[in-house]
């Protein structure tokens, strides 16, 4: 089954590629980027939440391409900020994106405060045009990975939030954290497992309906 994935990044499709072909055994997975069906321009995200975000793309990628299609929406939600950054984790200290002054506020705001609680999330949409094999409502699997926000930056690896998000089972932040330490309890690879089960699910219902219209 070709599915389109609603990112260029190559880096994020091999990898999506290499788990989902894990997870999900019955059907053959092919991914294709929204830039090899020929997809040019930005979409908008303006969603309230990381499902309302991804399913926004999915959508967007589904209708341009005609193929089952895939977005995930991921960021930081602190709760003794209300849920900040939340959808905002990109674009938290404004535009253009920048990872040191996101970190720079994200301390300001939590100074005097005492939960430092928080929690990376993964959200993934999928959405199958009608009529297609599989079709019905968005297929959705979210991840977290709970944490903490430390009052320093550690460590050099990562992007975004890592330096600042200390995961206690490991006693490491996500900047010291190998690729392969952070993948295993990452928010992405949960959001992951969670989508093939999800869609797994769905193959299986799929199945059912076939083999009941054969009165089986
Ligand atoms: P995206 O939806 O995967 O592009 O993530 C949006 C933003 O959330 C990123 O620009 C980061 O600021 C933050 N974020 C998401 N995942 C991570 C992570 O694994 N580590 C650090 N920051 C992250």
């Excluded at 599915?3 to 999900?24: T, V």
């Excluded at 089952?68 to 959808?87: H, K, M, R, Y």
């Excluded at 977290?144 to 006693?171: H, S």
């Excluded at 799929?206 to 219209?213: A, H, T």
Aim: aromatic share 10%; net charge negative; proline share 4%.
């Amino acid at each position: 089954m070709k599915i389109c994935i609603a990112s260029g990044n190559r880096g994020k499709i091999a990898e999506l590629q290499k788990l989902l072909s894990e997870y999900i055994t019955d059907i053959e997975i092919e991914l294709v980027s929204l830039k090899d069906v020929g997809f040019e321009g930005d979409i908008l995200e303006d969603g309230e939440t990381f499902e309302e975000n991804a399913l926004i793309k999915a959508r967007a990628a589904a209708e341009f391409s005609g193929l089952c299609s895939i977005a995930d929406d991921s960021g930081l939600i602190v709760n003794a900020l209300g849920g900040e950054p939340g959808v905002y984790s990109a674009r938290y200290a404004g535009e253009p994106c920048d990872d040191a002054k996101n970190n720079e506020k994200l301390l300001k705001n939590l100074e005097g405060i005492g939960d430092r609680s928080a929690a990376f999330v993964c959200t993934i949409a999928c959405v199958i045009p009608e009529g297609q094999p599989l079709s019905g409502d968005p297929i959705i699997g979210t991840g977290y990975c709970p944490g903490e926000i430390l009052f320093n930056p550690r460590g050099k690896g990562g992007f975004g939030y890592d330096p600042l998000f200390w995961f206690d089972p490991f006693g490491k932040t996500f900047a010291e954290m190998s690729a392969e330490e952070k993948n295993a309890i990452s928010h992405r690879g949960a959001g992951v497992k969670a989508f093939a089960e999800a869609f797994n699910k769905r193959i299986a219902e799929e199945k059912e309906k076939l083999w009941k219209r054969y009165g089986l």
